[in-house]
């Protein structure tokens, strides 16, 4: 599958290239051959072969000069991805990208990314949030021109509730939904709709401490560490392909709400780290697992 995204170029900038594909001698050299041919301008390359699978992946950023054809570098990987079997993916970098953001009433994630994004540290399109709880449930936020929906949801609602998301995902032509602690399981249809480019964030104790209270749960246990996962979604709960994770050792010292607020410092620490990755085409899918490519 190709993904390429073309325009008449108005002057000299960067284009990020990413791509996957079976591994097999020639990629690199005609990856190279076709931006040399093109006057592009390697700025950063990352690459690397898995042994496992016989997968090869790749991210390339590089500069074109002001009088190159975009369209002419567009169909000139058309036919490199068609020769090697490769999905790939070329954009713009300066073009930010469009981020919905799903909540719940747990709202530290929300904060932290509202914050990390009005100071530049996120560099995206907030395209809006949405809801299963009033916004009067974050009075203490500033949602100043943010677009902000309130989709409750029930077992005998949830169907629709999903089809809201999904028509505001299409209509804003959100290119990443990020589930900051939304405390909704997604229906396999939705999940499958968004395969790819929906993150997740929850604590590590998984599978071991479920449902309610986990830290607590952790607490009694004695545990010694704890953490956070951010994963792609997928149709099995809380099992997508992992992006990023963070842990902190803790003591018997530690109270259950100790426990409970470094877990919230580390989700924000992960998410923030998962989604700026994403945004900056550093996560390459591959099978169950991710190939992060950090800075």
Not at 279 to 288: K, M, T
Request: aromatic share 8%.
């Amino acid at each position: 599958m190709t993904q390429l995204k073309s325009a008449s170029s108005s002057g000299a900038e960067q284009l990020l290239l990413t791509l996957s594909c079976p591994d097999r001698p020639g990629i690199v050299a005609s990856i190279s051959r076709h931006l040399h041919g093109c006057g592009g301008n390697i700025q950063e390359a990352h690459q690397y072969s898995d042994p496992e699978t016989g997968q090869f992946f790749m991210r390339v950023v590089f500069d074109i000069p002001e009088q190159a054809e975009l369209d002419s570098i567009c169909s000139g990987f058309e036919g490199i991805a068609a020769t090697f079997g490769m999905k790939i993916s070329l954009r713009r970098r300066r073009v930010r990208q469009k981020v919905l953001v799903l909540a719940s009433k747990s709202d530290h994630c929300l904060a932290d990314i509202l914050y990390r994004w009005r100071t530049g540290e996120l560099d995206f399109e907030l395209a809006g949030i949405i809801s299963n709880h009033p916004r009067e449930t974050y009075a203490h936020l500033d949602f100043n021109g943010i677009p902000f929906d309130y989709f409750p949801v029930t077992t005998e609602t949830k169907e629709d509730q999903e089809r809201q998301i999904w028509e505001a995902v299409q209509v804003r032509k959100v290119d990443l939904v990020v589930l900051a602690r939304y405390m909704q399981i997604l229906s396999d249809s939705l999940s499958a709709r968004l395969a790819g480019c929906c993150i997740n964030i929850h604590h590590s104790f998984l599978p071991g401490f479920k449902g309610a209270k986990p830290y607590h749960q952790a607490h009694s246990r004695g545990v010694k560490l704890i953490g956070a996962t951010a994963h792609y979604v997928t149709g099995d709960l809380d099992e997508g392909p992992i992006i990023e994770q963070g842990v902190e050792r803790i003591s018997h010292h530690d109270t259950p709400d100790d426990l409970v607020r470094k877990g919230r410092d580390i989700e924000r620490q992960v998410l923030s780290r998962a989604i700026a990755w994403h945004l900056d085409g550093r996560v390459l899918l591959n099978g169950h697992k991710t190939v992060v490519f950090r800075d």
